[in-house]
Nanobody
Framework: QVQLVESGGGLVQTGGSLGLSCAAS????????MGWFRQAPRKEREFVST????????YYAESVKGRFTISRDNAKNTVYLQMNSLQPEDTAVYYC??????????????????WGQGTQVTVSS
């Protein structure tokens, strides 16, 4: 049974930082590209960042580039998202997702195979 479990969400003030983690089980983690998405109230789920199965390549949405950093530890079956300089518009439920060794960078949510349950991030102004 595949499980992706996010943690680390919470309430932070504008300009603050949070670090999210996503622990995976039931998959050969090192064979999966991992992604982070988010969904704000009354909005569609949007791509945030992705990191390839090898960890060599990362990609970010323009809205978070320079503020967020994705990383992974294949020995711990965990992917991370460090979020700095948070803004109220970053408020959303953040989801991690996994896709098996795609041929290219994957930014479309429907291409991911597995999803976590999400963790709430709230940035107060």
């Amino acid at each position: 049974q595949v499980q992706l479990v996010e943690s680390g969400g919470g309430l932070v003030q504008t300009g603050g930082s949070l670090g999210l983690s996503c622990a995976a089980s039931g998959i050969t983690f090192g064979q999966y590209t991992m992604g982070w998405f988010r969904q704000a109230p009354r909005k569609e789920r949007e791509f945030v960042s992705t990191i390839t199965w090898s960890g060599r390549t990362t990609y970010y949405a323009e809205s978070v580039k320079g503020r967020f950093t994705i990383s992974r530890d294949n020995a711990k079956n965990t992917v991370y998202l460090q979020m700095n300089s948070l803004q109220p518009e970053d408020t959303a439920v953040y989801y991690c997702a996994a896709v098996y060794r795609p041929a290219d960078t994957v930014v479309v949510s429907k291409q991911y195979d597995y999803w976590g349950q999400g963790t709430q991030v709230t940035v107060s102004s």
